[in-house]
């Protein structure tokens, strides 16, 4: 198991230095408007030292009004938010193979220096993050329309294939001082005719759920143990 949180992955190209109030939830308005759809991407980091090789990872991303997923193309590791009534976002972190979820309560987000906006969970960049970088072009990507846009920012050059109808990424190429990552759309297809589902939210409830606060006090719960090793002892 080598756990890896994929959206904080793709999260790490769009490190703009916005202010807070310039990161309001703008998408949530609009949210129930965007189409629900269920994608593969593969994440590929390219370290400029030469003497680490590059790190691939295929992955799924699912979409719904109220409901972000993803999942591990091996189906071991996978993460959900959902949306309350309350506006608060439930995350949980889930290990399929274990049937357990870890669960991070929005009250305990800031002890877990967690911070979560619907609008980049869903589309993957805010609109602040997609307004910062200039239209090169309009193209077709996967028989979809889409627009290039490019940007230098705080020392990241970005590069990013914007699918217009779906308000998702069909790629984002960042290069800076440590090496390239790259995200690639490989399929997409409309969720309610997807070959692949995300995990049934009547599943998750069967699983064990585990409490974030209490996994320090849980050191010798044998999932506990393997969670802590594949994550080199620190949980977050």
Not at 122 to 132: D, F, I
């Amino acid at each position: 198991m080598n756990p890896t949180n994929f959206l904080k992955t793709v999260f790490t190209v769009s490190c703009f230095c916005f202010p807070p109030s310039s990161l309001a939830d703008k998408p949530k308005n609009n949210a129930h408007r965007l189409p629900e759809v269920a994608c593969r991407y593969e994440t590929t980091v390219t370290p400029l030292n030469k003497s680490k090789a590059p790190s691939k990872h295929t992955w799924f991303f699912w979409r719904t009004p109220e409901m972000i997923q993803t999942l591990d193309a091996d189906g071991d590791y996978g993460e959900i938010w959902q949306r309350t009534v309350t506006g608060s976002i439930q995350y949980r972190k889930l290990y399929p193979s274990d049937k357990t979820a870890v669960e991070y309560m929005p009250a305990d987000n800031p002890t877990n220096n967690l911070s979560f906006e619907w609008g980049k969970l869903s589309n993957m960049l805010s609109q602040q993050e997609l307004e910062a970088l200039k239209p090169v072009k309009n193209l077709q990507v996967m028989g979809r329309n889409a627009q290039l846009r490019k940007g230098k920012i705080d020392g990241q050059t970005v590069a990013v294939q914007w699918l217009t109808n779906e308000n998702l990424p069909a790629s984002i190429i960042k290069k800076n001082s440590a090496g390239t990552m790259e995200l690639r759309l490989v399929a997409i297809q409309p969720l309610v005719t997807a070959n692949r589902k995300p995990i049934a939210i009547e599943a998750i409830a069967n699983y064990r759920h585990i409490d974030a606060i209490d996994f320090g006090d849980m050191e010798n719960d044998p999932f506990v143990k393997k969670v802590l090793a594949a994550e080199g002892g620190h949980h977050h």
